[in-house]
């Protein structure tokens, strides 16, 4: 595959991305309607694949494992001429695995007895949300290293800054009592809005030509 074959691929693989991030932000929105019963502030959006329209929540999910699997390929067909580029390629590979996995294994609401698929679930956020954050760090290195990331360093480290922010806010909160729900919906509208921006982002890398003496910088 030539380069530009593969520049334009990438650029349909991200906007396939693009489209999952929004159905899975759209998924998440529309089971709040769905469920009334469940108080956001003491559920998890993962509460919401556990009992009546669990099949939307499911759906979510997988569909941003898709998105993430389209992002890691999409980067890695874009010949990222930083290290940093490859670390977040393998990244979102990762969490693609880890979300289809969060699919597959629902959780075991609130006050509900301890299941082994609740502890394959658990197990699969903690993958999830660590390699999501070492992904927005290493996204904020790539935006520095190649130059076709340069317009993207703001975002960048913006989004870094405010996942780690709403990360440690979400186990600060993991306690009866606290609003973790909430927390957890802040940490997923930050997650949703990054990987829906890196998704752009890849669309414009896939159409840019870096100059030679920009990308023999990018690999020191």
Avoid at 50 to 58: A, F, N, S
Wanted: glycine fraction near 10%; charge should be positive.
């Amino acid at each position: 595959m030539d380069r530009t074959t593969s520049r334009s691929r990438a650029f349909d693989v991200a906007g396939i991305a693009l489209v999952c991030f929004a159905c899975f932000g759209v998924g998440v929105a529309l089971m709040h309607g769905l469920r009334p019963d469940y108080a956001p502030a003491s559920h998890m959006i993962s509460d919401y694949a556990v009992g009546p329209w669990g099949g939307v929540m499911t759906a979510a999910f997988a569909s941003a494992s898709l998105g993430c699997l389209c992002l890691a390929i999409g980067m890695a067909m874009t010949r990222p001429v930083a290290v940093a580029g490859w670390l977040v390629a393998g990244l979102f590979a990762i969490v693609a695995i880890g979300l289809a996995v969060t699919a597959a294994y629902p959780t075991d609401p609130p006050g509900t007895a301890s299941t082994r698929s609740g502890e394959i679930h658990d197990l699969s956020f903690m993958v999830n949300v660590s390699s999501v954050v070492l992904a927005a760090l290493a996204a904020v290195v790539l935006a520095w290293r190649d130059p076709r990331w340069r317009a993207f360093r703001g975002p960048a480290v913006f989004f870094a800054l405010t996942l780690a922010l709403a990360l440690v806010i979400q186990f600060k909160t993991l306690h009866k009592g606290m609003p973790y729900g909430i927390a957890n919906r802040f940490f997923v509208v930050v997650l949703d809005g990054w990987l829906m921006g890196t998704s752009l982002a890849l669309r414009k890398v896939a159409h840019s030509r870096p100059e030679a003496g920009d990308a023999h910088r990018g690999l020191r």
